[in-house]
């Protein structure tokens, strides 16, 4: 069972930045992709950005060009940067790892979440 740590949420301005991490207990290769949700109050969970096992990545319209998702392999985590953050940005952030199987199951496991509050 991976274990999943978010990191890195915290107060920030609007026009300030943020880098988020998800620390996994196990090597992230292991997953076709991690992906970073968030949820703000009242709202559903959206994905916000997604990195294939290749390298492929995905972001939400809401956040392409500002929000960047990468992996450092050699540590076991992903990382998300967020530049010019918005208020609309507010909300509790989680890591998702989805693992694919020959027999079309589908496997997520999700982190505790870390909190990201972006004041106008």
């Known amino acids: 069972q991976v274990q999943l740590v978010e990191s890195g949420g915290g107060l920030v301005q609007a026009g300030g930045s943020l880098r988020l991490s998800c620390a996994a207990s196990e090597s992230i290769f292991s997953f076709n992709h991690m992906d970073w949700y968030r949820q703000a109050p009242g709202k559903q969970r959206e994905l916000v950005a997604a990195?294939?096992?290749?390298?492929?990545?995905h972001y939400a319209d809401s956040v392409k060009g500002r929000f960047t998702i990468s992996r450092d392999n050699a540590k076991n985590t992903v990382h998300l940067q967020m530049n010019n953050l918005k208020p609309e940005d507010t909300a509790v952030y989680y890591c998702?790892?989805?693992?694919?199987?020959?027999?079309?199951?589908?496997?997520?496991?999700w982190g505790q979440g870390t909190q990201v509050i972006v004041s106008s």
């Open positions: 990195i294939t096992s290749g390298g492929s990545t």
């Open positions: 998702n790892a989805v693992r694919l199987s020959y027999g079309g199951g589908r496997d997520s496991s």
